[in-house]
């Protein structure tokens, strides 16, 4: 009996504690495997993008008229010279062993050399990418800081006096093109003022005062459109925010306004702000031409234009890539900053 005993009990146990410990143990490997199944779809998905657009920029870059070696030399080029050329830019090769070759180059840096100054692409490219990286980051700061204000401002009260004036002002704001708001700044603020210099750049090697003093006139020609894109949807995740029962609940706690915008509905209606954020700043990096261009900024923008105006293809494609690459980085980024921001969204993708 003892024995027969002793054999029921001592079994039962260990079952039940190996069945507790097997719960926990599932349960931490599931959140685990879950979080690791976030990161490697947006690693995996964002790699595709990678090879997509790089196989379309190489097959565009085909589609020239009378090809890129023609292209390139213009109407100087013979016959000889178009093949000689074709020859050293390996594009008398088939398509995919073209494409194999050149992005095995691309992803250990070397972009190609251009044609028609004989330098690195990926050298100029790292020259003017500082440039076109303050100007977005200044611009992008300017708008995040004004629109993050003037949305807590206008949710406090939904159509009240303050949020129709700032509706009135983001409308303004996107009805302005940078091409036409431009101008008006530099004559405003540059020729009438003299507050900013109307042209140039100054690096900031030379001093942070001169530097941002060059920097923050074309910044806020591009701050003031993001400004209100980020203000409207802002404005609207945090009107819709400080409507849920949890809001209720905390304000039925006697927590101030203040502090429920601040704290409880601040973090879940920044959500969407994160996903268009990134979304600016990888468009803004290769969206500044217009900016650039007026007020002589050697950046990205400015060096796209040129190498169209020469027609070296080679310079275009390597900007072209170099820019898509940076934009795929930051939605990367920024999807695996979700997991951060709301654990949920975490969840829910490792599912």
Known sequence: MTTELRDETGPSGPVENTDATATGGSGILEQLSGFSRFIVFKIGRALLVVVA??????????????????TILGESGTPENVAALNAELGLDRPFFSQYFSWFGNVLHGDFGKSPITSLPVFDQIMKAIP????????????????????AMFAARRPAGFVDRILGSVTSASLSLPTFVLGPILLYFLAVKANLFPITGWVPLSSGIGENLRSAVLPAMCVAIP????????????LVSTLQEDYIDAARARGISENRLLRVHAFRPASVSLVTVTGIS?????????????????????????????????????????????????????????????DPRIRVRGGR
């Not at 870059?61 to 070696?69: D, E, H, K, T």
């Not at 440039?131 to 003037?150: D, F, H, K, N």
């Open 53 to 70: 657009a790089t196989m379309l920029t190489q097959w565009l870059l085909g589609l020239a008229p009378g090809g890129v070696a023609q």
């Open 131 to 150: 440039v076109t990286v303050e100007l977005v980051i200044l611009s992008v700061s300017m708008a995040l800081i004004l629109a993050i204000t003037a």
């Open 281 to 341: 700043v990888g468009r803004l990096l290769g969206g500044t031409v217009v900016v650039e261009s007026l007020f002589v900024l050697p950046g990205i923008g400015q060096l796209l234009q040129q190498s169209i105006v020469k027609r070296d293809l080679i310079m275009v494609q390597g900007i072209v890539v170099f820019i898509a690459l940076a934009y795929v980085l930051i939605n990367l980024g920024v999807d695996l900053l979700y997991g951060v921001i």
């Open 226 to 237: 993001e400004f209100a894109v980020f203000q409207r949807l802002f404005r609207a995740d």
